[in-house]
């Protein structure tokens, strides 16, 4: 015996049946033009990080683990000659596109939309052969899903210990996997409701510099393609899965429920493309000192600073930020990795102040024994900025206090990368050409771009095989 499922069209349909009922009659000709080109300026930026990451032990480790499970398959990888059964291509392409934390970000949302639904939109064409059109389409799809899933949330998640991207993914890969499969709005519904008890991603990671976050968009793919391949065979979900009384927000919001917009979940979908919003990283570590590393290569440039010139920095954070990359600050000012530096204000502060840039070379062992940086970063103190724009932008600012008993400001209200202060074109495909160079000859980087830009013009099966 099943409970009766509340039919798609009811007098008060959930929130996963409103969802169900856009993926169902979406079509890839509705995508404007211009949001089709920007996603293909996403897509071409993470494709370039995934070729950095297998430069890296970690992309090796990581898909010997995979590889030692799942055996061989149909499905591509990214930079890598292997080929992986579906869902195992998935998790590591996922790995890959997040694994240095230089994968775009909704600042709104507060989430890495790219990382989750490029990997499952990709493998999951490739292995029914769809169309690069197609391609395209369930990636938008998977982006526009996830931002509202995590938008609704308002923050919510960071501050019960989740990591966003690895809860509010599921959601969304589970939609573009279905819609690549043509389920009906009603299995649709299930498969959301399935990922409901699957949706979980903790940032104890944060402690240590451990790996999980690098698996985490990968993960949401395995599980959003697992439950569309159940409800297409007849597995029954719940329905209110998002606003249940045991529902997403509930059991991971707990008192702060109230704070949620469910209505922000399907408000303009197709007419509002948050694919336009979604900010490219120009630094390789946490959005959220982005503003920091600005500051301190301004401050630096501007006054001329030197090491010994310097008594004392603080960064001005948003309050919401400080668990995330300011505390513990014994594990801050001295990060154990390169993962581990990612998320630490008080060394990126002070790598930029001292080097005047950070980049990936900013992270390799010679800079992280720095014994300059880091006695530098034992002097660098937090604050809540009180000028925050945070939720709107990732805001930040360094104040440094110098031997001649100067103190020297800078302030960044919005974030490089987002809003008025977006990457150019010309710029993401510069930071590609940077990424892909580390293991690509300049030939086949250009050939690569070109393929990416192009994208509809070929089958899926065609354009993975392009980037293996």
């Known amino acids: 015996m099943t409970r009766p499922v509340t039919p798609i069209g009811s007098a008060a349909p959930t929130v996963s049946q409103q969802l169900s009922v856009f993926i169902e009659q979406f079509k890839a000709g509705t995508i404007p033009p211009d949001v089709r080109e920007r996603a293909k300026l996403l897509i071409l930026d993470a494709i370039g990080i995934a070729y950095a990451s297998t430069y890296y032990p970690f992309a090796r480790e990581i898909l010997a683990g995979i590889r030692s499970v799942a055996g061989t398959g149909d499905c591509g990888l990214i930079g890598l000659p292997d080929k992986l059964p579906l869902r195992d291509a998935v998790l590591m392409n996922g790995a890959l596109v997040h694994g240095l934390d230089y994968d775009d970000t909704h600042v709104g949302a507060i989430v890495h939309p790219t990382a989750s639904a490029l990997p499952c939109a990709m493998s999951v064409a490739e292995s029914i052969d769809a169309s690069g059109a197609d391609l395209l389409a369930a990636y938008i799809l998977g982006v526009e899903t996830v931002v509202r899933v995590c938008g609704a949330a308002k923050g919510g998640f960071h501050h019960f210990g989740f990591h966003p991207t690895g809860i509010a993914a599921h959601f969304s890969c589970a939609l573009q996997a279905g819609w690549l499969y043509r389920l009906t709005a009603q299995q649709l519904t299930m498969a959301q409701g399935m990922v409901g008890s699957t949706a979980a991603a903790s940032q104890e990671f944060l402690e240590e510099g451990a790996w999980n976050k690098r698996l985490h968009p990968g993960w949401a793919g395995v599980a959003g393609i697992t439950a569309a391949h159940l409800a297409?065979?007849?597995?029954?979900?719940?329905?209110?899965?998002?606003?249940?009384?045991?529902?997403?927000?509930?059991?991971?919001?707990?008192?702060?429920?109230?704070?949620?917009?469910?209505?922000?979940?399907?408000?303009?979908?197709?007419?509002?493309?948050?694919?336009?919003?979604?900010?490219?990283?120009?630094?390789?570590?946490?959005?959220?000192?982005?503003?920091?590393?600005?500051?301190?290569?301004?401050?630096?440039?501007?006054?001329?600073?030197?090491?010994?010139?310097?008594?004392?920095?603080?960064?001005?954070?948003?309050?919401?930020?400080?668990?995330?990359?300011?505390?513990?600050?014994?594990?801050?000012?001295?990060?154990?990795?390169?993962?581990?530096?990612?998320?630490?204000?008080?060394?990126?502060?002070?790598?930029?102040?001292?080097?005047?840039?950070?980049?990936?070379?900013?992270?390799?062992?010679?800079?992280?024994?720095?014994?300059?940086?880091?006695?530098?970063?034992?002097?660098?103190?937090?604050?809540?900025?009180?000028?925050?724009?945070?939720?709107?932008?990732?805001?930040?600012?360094?104040?440094?206090?110098?031997?001649?008993?100067?103190?020297?400001?800078?302030?960044?209200?919005?974030?490089?990368?987002?809003?008025?202060?977006?990457?150019?074109?010309?710029?993401?495909?510069?930071?590609?050409?940077?990424?892909?160079?580390?293991?690509?000859?300049?030939?086949?980087?250009?050939?690569?771009?070109?393929?990416?830009?192009?994208?509809?013009?070929?089958?899926?099966?065609e354009f993975m095989a392009e980037l293996r």
């Open 232 to 461: 297409r065979h007849g597995y029954i979900g719940p329905s209110k899965t998002y606003e249940g009384r045991f529902g997403l927000y509930q059991t991971h919001l707990q008192d702060d429920t109230y704070k949620v917009d469910y209505g922000y979940i399907t408000a303009g979908l197709g007419k509002k493309w948050e694919v336009a919003e979604v900010a490219v990283k120009p630094y390789p570590a946490c959005h959220l000192v982005h503003a920091c590393a600005d500051a301190a290569i301004a401050l630096r440039e501007k006054h001329h600073l030197k090491p010994g010139d310097i008594v004392s920095v603080q960064a001005l954070i948003p309050e919401p930020a400080i668990h995330i990359v300011a505390e513990p600050v014994a594990a801050k000012i001295k990060p154990v990795n390169d993962y581990d530096a990612k998320f630490s204000v008080q060394f990126v502060t002070a790598a930029s102040l001292i080097l005047g840039k950070f980049g990936l070379a900013q992270l390799e062992p010679e800079t992280l024994n720095n014994p300059v940086i880091l006695d530098l970063a034992q002097r660098v103190s937090y604050a809540i900025d009180p000028d925050t724009t945070y939720p709107k932008y990732f805001s930040g600012g360094v104040v440094v206090t110098t031997k001649s008993g100067d103190t020297l400001r800078h302030h960044e209200p919005m974030n490089r990368g987002t809003g008025e202060r977006a990457l150019t074109g010309d710029e993401i495909s510069a930071k590609f050409r940077d990424n892909a160079e580390m293991v690509l000859p300049r030939e086949r980087v250009e050939r690569v771009r070109d393929v990416v830009l192009n994208i509809e013009k070929l089958a899926a099966r």
